[in-house]
Every structure is written in structure tokens, then in C-alpha cells.
């Protein structure tokens, strides 16, 4: 378990399955210890002993079974009270509160703002608190999700929603995915000087098995390449390069179709 300071609350990293993330939210003050997609009941059980605490809430980005699997089980032995997309209040499993970026949402006082994402799934969404994202699957380290139930002009709007958060942002993604998608974001991308130190930078966390999440929204935006065609410079240079428009979706749409095929 890793665990990261925030201005009012601390956020706990848990490693399950073959390379998702958990995240305990612990906002001690409150007495909230929120599990934010947990795909497994073990890793979390132990580390809420390990930290002598009892989870409090769910929060559930999607309804894939890999951040819901252990939704009945945590509820039934702790009580959590889960909280999930309304637009997917059918596929959650044991959902208590339904929440969109519309609505007002807080944890026992703590104001949770929500975005919703569509494109991965069409009920995605992302919980953001202070300086901390926990967006699921729709961005990752380097990468963004695959497009299952939305089209590709709903995740790029859903990507250019995350970009406008702040650079400091702190991006908790639910997989560790980084070094695959470097490996894709350097054929993207080759002439992105960031990418290639980055590369290091990882192969070295990785070799350590230290995770790559959480990273900056700041180093997304260099260097990821899903939202690299928010950069006038890049988006032309590809554009020309596969004899596509020079539009932000277009480009977005066929880094997105050739990462499907990579």
C-alpha cells in the first residue's frame, strides 16, 4: 500500500487483480474512508485493518467488473453505502445513491465534485476532490480507455473535460498500464522529446515496482497522446503525416483506432 498526502485528506493506493489500482480517500476529520472501485474484497480488507479503519462508501467510476467486483461483499461485512453513476443505477451492483455532474454530492459534509465522462462506458464518471482525479478508465498514464458503449466524439469531449482541470492535478487512474502505452505513445508521437524521459523514468519505477500512478494532469497533457490534439503543433504534424483533418477529433479518432490495432 502507498499512501499520499493531500491538503485534508490522504489517499491510500492498493494493488489488485494483475495491475488494477484501489484507492482508499481518508478523510480522517470526517470519518470517511472511501474505496474508490474496488475490484477485490482482500487487498482491501487487509488494508483497512493495516490502517485500523472501516470503510465507510464506495464509490464506483463504471459499472465493469473489475471496479464493482467486490461492491456486495465490502457492503455486507462493513456497511458501505455505495455511490454510482444515475446513468448507470441498473448495472451496480448494490448502489445506494445515484450522482451526476449535475447534481450537488458530499461525504458526510465533504463537497465531491462529479464529471461525467461517457465513451468508455455511457454511464462513466470521475469523483474529484481537492487536487486529487480518480477517473476510472477514462484516462490513463499515457492513455485513455477503449471506447465499448460511447463513440469517439463523447470520450474526446470527456478527455478535453478532464484537461481543463488544473495542471497540478493529481490523476488517479484505476490501472497500471503506463509502460504499454509509452510504448504506443512514442510511435504516436516521435518527435515529442518528453515522451523518451518519461520512458525512463517508468522502466525505472516500474523495475523498483513502484507505481506510475498517480502523475500530474501537467505531464498527461505533454505527453499523452490522446490529449496531445489539444496542441495546434502536434495535431497538424499527425494530420499530414496519415493524410487525415487536421481537426482535434479526427485526430483523436485515429490515434484512437491505430492504439486499438497496436
Known amino acids: 500500500m502507498w499512501s499520499y498526502q493531500h491538503t485534508g485528506f490522504t489517499v491510500h493506493q492498493i494493488e489488485a487483480l494483475s495491475d488494477n489500482y484501489i484507492y482508499l480517500i481518508d478523510i480522517a476529520q470526517a470519518d470517511i474512508l472511501a474505496v474508490v472501485d474496488p475490484a477485490e474484497i482482500t487487498p482491501v480488507a487487509r488494508a483497512c485493518e493495516q490502517l485500523g479503519r472501516t470503510p465507510t462508501h464506495i464509490l464506483n467510476t463504471h459499472h465493469h467488473s473489475d471496479h ?24 451496480i451492483p448494490g448502489i445506494d445513491e445515484v450522482v451526476s455532474e449535475a447534481s450537488s454530492f458530499n461525504l458526510n459534509g465533504v463537497e465531491m465534485h462529479i464529471l461525467d465522462v461517457p465513451g468508455h462506458t ?33 470520450m474526446w469531449h470527456s478527455l478535453n473535460k478532464l484537461s481543463q482541470l488544473d495542471d497540478n492535478t493529481q490523476v488517479y487512474c484505476a490501472h497500471e498500464y503506463t509502460m504499454a ?39 498527461e497533457m505533454a505527453t499523452n497522446p490522446f490529449l496531445r490534439p489539444l496542441d495546434k503543433s502536434f495535431r497538424q504534424s499527425y494530420a499530414s503525416r496519415h493524410q487525415i483533418r487536421d481537426d482535434a477529433l479526427s485526430v483523436f479518432t485515429h490515434i484512437r483506432n491505430a492504439k486499438n490495432h497496436w
Open 122 to 154: 455511457r454511464g462513466h464518471i470521475a469523483f474529484a476532490l481537492g487536487d486529487a482525479l480518480f477517473c476510472g478508465d477514462v484516462l490513463f498514464g499515457a492513455g485513455c480507455g477503449r471506447i465499448f458503449e460511447g463513440t469517439a466524439e463523447q
Open 68 to 91: 464493482t467486483g467486490a461492491n456486495l461483499e465490502l457492503k455486507a461485512r462493513y456497511g458501505c453505502r455505495i455511490i454510482g453513476s444515475e446513468a448507470d443505477e441498473a448495472r
Open 181 to 219: 502505452n509509452l510504448e504506443f505513445a512514442l510511435h504516436a508521437d516521435p518527435d515529442n522529446a518528453g515522451l523518451a524521459a518519461r520512458m525512463e523514468r517508468t522502466r525505472t519505477m516500474r523495475q523498483a515496482n513502484t507505481p506510475t500512478i498517480p502523475g500530474t494532469l501537467a505531464e
